[in-house]
């Protein structure tokens, strides 16, 4: 199985600021990597996929970057609604793996 | 609107079993693979099963396999889970996901997810 290690585990942030969070898999896996969204009482959000590729709806200020076993998701100027705890998932062999979630918290 | 409402989560006890449903609507059901995916009280999320649109191919996660069944009625647009020989380890709160259809094959991630519902397994 594809082993997702995901950095930091917390990070303290206040709005306006930029963040990044980072996604190391076991072994390479092309592009294939997407990341959530998770905020209590709603519904998981996709951020991102293909590495670097901006679902439908979401806004410009969040970008990922990366290939093969390393990824990046960046978030500049962060809003209040930013706050929470985001994932990333390999999409490019079964099982599905995701890594261990960081948590975003307001400074 | 794309929506995705579980149910049929509860208290169980060990070995016993129980099915999850998963109501979609605001799309074509019957066009879309499906996931359940689920989170431990305080862990990560971990993958469970996956399903594509007609029911041809169907993985498991080996820590299911054998025990859970997925399955989905696309005349109810509905997708089920099927557990049997419940486990303390499968206490969890249990999402269903929209498999995308960006690409061709597997390699598409989960688009809409539904809010869940919580299994917990204890005598």
């Known amino acids: 199985d594809v082993q997702m290690t995901q950095s930091p585990y917390n990070l303290a942030a206040s709005p306006g600021e930029s963040v990044s969070i980072n996604c190391k898999a076991s072994?390479?896996?092309?592009?294939?990597l997407a990341w959530y969204q998770q905020k209590p009482g709603k519904a998981n959000k996709l951020l991102i996929y293909?590495?670097?590729t901006l679902q439908s709806g979401i806004p410009s200020r969040f970008s990922g970057s990366g290939s093969g076993t390393d990824f990046t998701l960046t978030i500049r100027s962060l809003e209040p609604e930013d706050f929470g705890l985001y994932y990333c998932?390999?999409?490019?062999?079964?099982?599905?793996?995701f890594g261990g979630g960081t948590k975003l918290e307001l400074k | 609107e794309v929506q995705l409402v579980e149910s049929g989560g509860g208290l169980v006890q060990p070995g016993r079993s129980l099915k999850l449903s998963c109501l979609a609507s605001?799309?074509?059901?019957?066009?879309?693979?499906m996931n359940w995916i689920r989170q431990a009280p305080g862990k990560g999320l971990e993958w469970v099963a996956s399903?594509?649109?007609?029911?041809?191919?169907?993985y498991y996660a080996d820590t299911v396999k054998g025990r859970f069944t997925i399955s989905r009625d696309n005349a109810k647009n509905t997708l089920y889970l099927q557990m049997t020989s419940l486990r303390s380890e499968d206490t969890a709160l249990y999402y269903c996901?929209?498999?995308?259809?960006?690409?061709?094959?597997?390699?598409?991630?989960?688009?809409?997810w539904g809010q869940g519902v919580m299994v917990t397994v204890s005598s």
């Open positions: 996901a929209r498999w995308a259809r960006y690409t061709m094959g597997i390699r598409n991630p989960l688009d809409y």
């Open positions: 605001g799309f074509t059901f019957s066009n879309y693979g």
């Open positions: 399903i594509s649109s007609s029911s041809s191919y169907i």
């Open positions: 072994k390479s896996i092309s592009k294939y």
């Open positions: 293909d590495g670097s």
């Open positions: 998932q390999q999409h490019n062999e079964y099982p599905w793996t």
